[in-house]
């Protein structure tokens, strides 16, 4: 029943998408994930879990950005600067806002899943723009 539950949980909070070339979250947030226990203190394991994937996937935002912005010519560089400075608030703000929604798990553990959920599709978006 655990697995379940946690599959239920993660359908929830992380929807499936159908790229197949999609960046996704890392096997150590799903080993962590996989490792809460549901009977004691879910909501903080799963800010936790949440919390590390976030850093990890930043990085790998801030990887993809670079390779990005090293294959524009400059006046698209530039745009592309003030975009993701504006998509950067734009995800903190709305970020914010779930983390105060009364749904459930709620709080903080919302606000952290947001974030992952808005910059996996950010890496995506940026990804799709890198020529091959």
Known sequence: MRKGLLAVCLFVLFPATSQADEIKETA?????MEAVDLGAFKNTQ?????????????????DTYRRLANSLDPDA????????????AYRERWCRFEGKTPMAP???VNLKACLLELTLKQINKLE????P
């Open 46 to 62: 799963w800010e936790a879990c949440y919390a590390e994937e976030v850093v990890r996937q930043d990085t790998a935002l801030n």
């Open 28 to 32: 150590e947030f799903r080993a962590c």
């Open 106 to 108: 709620g709080g903080e």
């Open 128 to 131: 799709s723009l890198i020529a």
């Open 77 to 88: 560089g530039a745009s592309l600067v003030v975009a993701e400075r504006s998509w950067l």
